[in-house]
């Protein structure tokens, strides 16, 4: 990890400056926004001067009607023809790329004219709440009108337009390699090597790619999505050694830097412990911890914020063991998601270390990162 990519002045042939944010182009038959992205990226290949790698910007893990992984991704750079000319270009992608989607799924598309759109105390702000609380459209339209970005689309605005003060200079971020799989490949199970000895390759450079516990690589998916695999790490130049795994030719690849497993929620700030937050909370043990069925368990933890259900659900591993060793009066600290349960809100637990190795999924759940759109 370390600072952000710096930027100068436009170059006189690519006047015009702009980021675009992407979001909501998953669908469970097969979509992804980082591929997506990839389609525009060959699109604006010899039409922009690309400022930064693409980001791939994770946004709170525990929110409703969220993308596969929440996360939404940015281009910055300088353009030949206005950035309104980009914008539909982007749009009109955004339209055609899935033939079908669920209700509520509809991708969102978000300019700024600019390089630096971080500076923008507005935009920060928004980036910052979006990591661990739930970001109404309406506000993340009225704020975008305010910043003088231009929203197209329906639920993904909120991602697009939130992600685009992402990684500013200065902030934390770590790389994916993602490999896109050939069309004529989807049909087929992915060809990726799933060896358990193969860890003892994997580059010290490289993180989050091999599930020690299950003894299997985490950077396949295993839905019917376009990507092949994706490689996450700290330092970008050895990611490429990875792609040894591979046992099917990719139809490409997109290395981006991203947000995830920097602890940048934490550093922008806990929010309160309501529904579809993002929170750690700092308290004492009053009750538990008890055992439900399926070997989720459970305790009672009491703080400032008031009393709280931490459940530790069995995908957590041995942070759900070290729970059944809690006892009344032990003083912990819990991060997680807060979802809605017929008992009241239930913080999900999850592993709070910078570069940790797991993440939530739809019900707040701990689990092993694989690649997700």
């Given at each position: 990890?370390?600072?952000?990519?710096?930027?100068?002045?436009?170059?006189?042939?690519?006047?015009?400056?702009?980021?675009l944010?992407?979001?909501?182009?998953?669908?469970?038959?097969?979509?992804?926004?980082?591929?997506?992205?990839?389609?525009?990226?060959?699109e604006?290949?010899?039409?922009?001067?690309?400022?930064?790698?693409?980001?791939?910007?994770?946004?709170?893990?525990?929110?409703?009607?969220?993308?596969?992984?929440?996360?939404?991704?940015v281009?910055?750079?300088?353009?030949?023809?206005?950035?309104?000319?980009?914008?539909?270009?982007?749009v009109?992608?955004?339209?055609?790329?899935?033939?079908?989607?669920p209700?509520?799924?509809?991708?969102?598309?978000?300019?700024?004219?600019?390089?630096?759109?971080?500076?923008?105390?507005?935009?920060?702000?928004?980036?910052?709440?979006?990591?661990?609380?739930?970001?109404?459209?309406?506000?993340?339209?009225?704020?975008?009108?305010?910043?003088?970005?231009?929203?197209?689309?329906g639920?993904?605005?909120?991602?697009?337009?939130?992600?685009?003060?992402?990684l500013?200079?200065?902030d934390?971020?770590?790389?994916?390699?993602?490999?896109?799989?050939?069309?004529?490949?989807?049909?087929?199970?992915?060809c990726?090597?799933?060896?358990?000895?193969h860890?003892?390759?994997?580059?010290?450079c490289?993180?989050?790619?091999?599930?020690?516990?299950?003894?299997?690589?985490a950077?396949?998916?295993?839905?019917?999505?376009?990507?092949?695999?994706?490689?996450?790490?700290?330092?970008?130049?050895?990611?490429?050694?990875?792609?040894?795994?591979?046992?099917?030719e990719?139809?490409?690849?997109?290395?981006?830097r991203?947000?995830?497993?920097?602890?940048?929620?934490g550093?922008?700030?806990?929010?309160?412990?309501?529904?579809?937050?993002?929170?750690?909370?700092?308290?004492?043990?009053?009750?538990?911890?008890?055992?439900?069925?399926?070997?989720?368990?459970?305790?009672?933890?009491?703080?400032?914020?008031?009393?709280?259900?931490?459940?530790?659900?069995?995908?957590?591993?041995?942070?759900?063991?070290?729970?059944?060793m809690?006892?009344?009066?032990?003083?912990?600290?819990?991060?997680?998601?807060?979802?809605?349960?017929?008992?009241?809100?239930?913080?999900?637990?999850?592993?709070?270390?910078?570069?940790?190795?797991?993440?939530?999924?739809?019900?707040?759940?701990?689990?092993?990162?694989?690649?997700?759109?």
């Amino acid at each position: 990890m370390g600072s952000g990519i710096g930027t100068g002045g436009p170059p006189s042939s690519f006047p015009y400056p702009f980021t675009l944010g992407l979001d909501d182009s998953d669908t469970p038959w097969g979509g992804c926004t980082t591929h997506l992205a990839w389609i525009l990226l060959r699109e604006l290949d010899e039409k922009v001067l690309f400022a930064d790698h693409p980001l791939l910007v994770r946004l709170n893990p525990v929110v409703p009607r969220k993308t596969r992984g929440n996360a939404a991704v940015v281009v910055r750079g300088y353009s030949k023809k206005p950035q309104t000319d980009l914008l539909e270009i982007a749009v009109n992608l955004a339209e055609s790329y899935a033939e079908r989607r669920p209700p509520g799924k509809n991708p969102g598309v978000a300019l700024y004219p600019g390089v630096d759109a971080w500076r923008d105390p507005r935009l920060r702000r928004l980036y910052h709440k979006a990591l661990s609380t739930y970001i109404p459209r309406d506000l993340a339209r009225d704020w975008a009108s305010k910043a003088g970005v231009i929203a197209r689309g329906g639920s993904g605005v909120v991602g697009a337009v939130s992600s685009l003060a992402a990684l500013a200079p200065g902030d934390p971020y770590t790389y994916e390699l993602i490999a896109y799989r050939r069309r004529e490949n989807l049909a087929r199970e992915r060809c990726v090597k799933r060896d358990p000895h193969h860890s003892s390759s994997e580059p010290l450079c490289s993180m989050a790619n091999y599930d020690l516990l299950a003894g299997k690589l985490a950077s396949a998916p295993g839905g019917p999505d376009p990507v092949l695999a994706g490689f996450r790490g700290w330092d970008a130049s050895c990611l490429g050694r990875l792609s040894e795994l591979l046992c099917e030719e990719p139809a490409g690849w997109v290395l981006y830097r991203s947000n995830q497993h920097t602890g940048i929620a934490g550093i922008a700030g806990s929010p309160k412990p309501r529904p579809y937050n993002y929170v750690s909370v700092r308290g004492r043990v009053v009750r538990g911890p008890w055992e439900m069925a399926g070997g989720h368990v459970f305790v009672i933890v009491e703080s400032l914020q008031g009393t709280l259900t931490v459940a530790f659900y069995r995908e957590t591993g041995p942070l759900r063991d070290a729970a059944r060793m809690l006892t009344v009066g032990d003083h912990v600290v819990v991060e997680g998601g807060v979802v809605p349960r017929s008992e009241g809100p239930t913080l999900a637990a999850r592993r709070p270390r910078r570069g940790e190795a797991r993440t939530a999924d739809r019900e707040g759940r701990a689990t092993m990162p694989k690649v997700r759109c």
